[in-house]
């Protein structure tokens, strides 16, 4: 409801973002680096260390990261009451990678959370200026019927814009606020 609502287009996102905003203020203050443990260091920070470590090249690349996803049962595992494993605790109603009777089915992942993705999703994504900084996950793609390319991809995109706008005012403005990137990374 709220994504078609024009009370929260564009033009007001500053104004449906008091948090955003707020951890944007703490940053160019130096609070953020002086307190790491902070709610700011977990979205926001996360957000400028990815546009920080994104790979730029001299050519376009015919290659497509998988967006936000993880790694099914690399990074997370989920075990519901009936033994199965699923990518992570996020995904209610998805095909499991296994079970804790016979470990976790290599195929079932390749199948479900890499080809399957691929196939529904490269068509779209590949056309968005966002792909590589896309913190979209499984999560909200999967539904009763399976795997299919749905979610907020204005939302999302609009973030990464308002991210990569901030990255760009704090390094001309206050490059020095910046060097707490240099001994950050994404695990």
Not at 21 to 28: A, D, G, Y
Not at 88 to 102: L, W, Y
Not at 138 to 149: M, S, V
Not at 168 to 184: V, Y
Request: one cysteine or more; glycine letters at 8%.
């Amino acid at each position: 409801m709220l994504k078609n609502n024009p009370k929260y287009h564009r033009a007001t996102i500053d104004q449906i973002d008091p948090l955003g905003n707020w951890q944007r203020s703490k940053v160019m203050e130096g609070i953020f680096i002086e307190n790491k443990g902070s709610i700011e260091a977990s979205g926001l920070g996360m957000s400028l260390i990815k546009i920080n470590d994104r790979y730029i090249g001299d050519m376009p690349s015919e290659q497509y990261p998988l967006n936000g996803c993880c790694v099914p049962g690399c990074r997370r595992l989920y075990v519901n009451t009936n033994g199965d494993f699923l990518p992570c605790e996020r995904i209610g109603t998805c095909p499991n990678i296994g079970n804790v009777d016979t470990g976790i089915s290599y195929e079932r992942v390749k199948k479900y959370y890499v080809d399957e993705y691929c196939e529904k999703s490269i068509k779209k994504c590949s056309n968005c200026w966002a792909i590589r900084l896309c913190s979209m996950c499984y999560a909200g793609r999967y539904n009763d019927d399976g795997f299919e390319n749905i979610g907020n991809c204005d939302g999302t995109r609009r973030e990464i814009e308002k991210n990569l706008i901030f990255y760009h005012q704090l390094l001309e403005s206050n490059p020095e606020k910046m060097d707490f990137l240099r001994d950050t990374y994404l695990v």
